[in-house]
């Protein structure tokens, strides 16, 4: 049996396709849902386990507050062990602690990390130098719960990333393969703006988005811009200010990836900041049938060290490649 243990859309992308691509005979599936307790994110999660037809998968509670969080962890354990013939477990995220735990009941199980948007990026400093985002908890060990969040000394990570791991942790390239050759552009559609919660979670400030983003709407010209928001973005914070600069507003029901390819309506570009869901595109083969754009977030306004290492290293890899062009110059940094 493989074990898939998740908590966001992304992961639901990234766990079908290593369900895909690292095939195991007649091996079954079973999907673990971490109820994150977010009406948008748990909708859009469910819209995509159903396109994506996964015939098992279990919902879990996942609630604030010590007390809380030890019943829902006991209750999982308790499901968990009685799962028999477990080979490989993969979990969404690396700093997901309790998904990280419950894949430690399985130490004989190969243990696997998928991508969870560009935090990916910062996992070398996260596992070999102990360098943890400032919002994450250390790691934690309640020997008589059962409970263990510290990861095994062997591991697989299936990235978008060409992360650089040391021996005996092992990349897989996770290539999205049942994506490709699915994506259409229209020359006459409009541009598509992947959203960003930049500000909604301290990176920057409202001002700063504000700033840049009209910059980059001016930049973009007459063209029609749709906007589709992050699963996280604080909307009522914005919807005057994209009113006010002429976006509409989609109202997403997918993964921004899979809202391109089965929404009705294309785009003759996608644009946005710094985003996975460029990453992906890429991979997916998207920058040979449209335009891809990633306005550039001025480095000196990232507020904190690991979110500005994902910003440089996105650029970076951005600028080297053909599909994707990096717009840097369009606003004023200091307006006098």
């Not at 360098?131 to 908890?137: Q, Y």
Request: hydrophobic share 40%.
């Amino acid at each position: 049996m493989h074990l898939y243990l998740i908590q966001s859309p992304l992961q639901a992308v990234n766990a079908f396709e290593a369900r895909q691509a690292i095939a195991d005979g007649e091996a079954k599936h079973l999907l673990v849902v971490f109820d994150q307790k977010e009406p948008l994110n748990n909708q859009i999660l469910a819209n995509t386990l159903h396109l994506l037809g996964w015939e098992a998968w279990r919902t879990v509670p996942f609630h604030p507050g010590n007390a809380a969080k030890t019943w829902d962890w006991i209750r999982l354990r308790a499901a968990l062990q009685r799962l028999r013939g477990v080979t490989r477990v993969y979990v969404g995220n690396y700093a997901a602690g309790m998904a990280v735990a419950a894949a430690n009941l399985f130490p004989a199980a190969e243990f696997y990390f998928l991508d969870d948007g560009t935090s990916s990026i910062n996992f070398p400093a996260f596992r070999y130098d102990g360098r943890r985002p400032e919002h994450l908890p250390p790691s934690k060990s309640i020997p008589l719960l059962g409970y263990n969040t510290r990861l095994p000394d062997k591991l697989t990570f299936f990235s978008l990333y060409d992360v650089p791991l040391r021996p005996p942790d092992k990349l897989r390239p996770n290539r999205l393969s049942f994506l490709h050759d699915e994506l259409k552009f229209d020359p006459e559609g409009p541009v598509f703006f992947i959203g960003s919660c930049l500000p909604d979670v301290d990176v920057i400030t409202f001002d700063q988005f504000f700033e840049i983003f009209r910059a980059a709407r001016r930049r973009l010209g007459d063209r029609p811009v749709i906007y589709y928001p992050h699963r996280r973005e604080l909307m009522d914070r914005k919807n005057d200010f994209f009113q006010n600069v002429g976006v509409t507003i989609a109202e997403p029901t997918l993964p921004f990836e899979l809202e391109l390819i089965h929404g009705e309506r294309k785009p003759s570009a996608v644009a946005t900041f710094y985003s996975t869901a460029l990453d992906t595109l890429k991979i997916i083969g998207a920058g040979t049938r449209g335009k891809l754009l990633s306005f550039h977030v001025p480095e000196e306004w990232i507020q904190t060290q690991a979110h500005r290492a994902i910003a440089v290293h996105s650029y970076e890899e951005y600028r080297r490649s053909a599909e994707i062009g990096v717009v840097k110059d369009y606003f004023q940094l200091n307006p006098v």
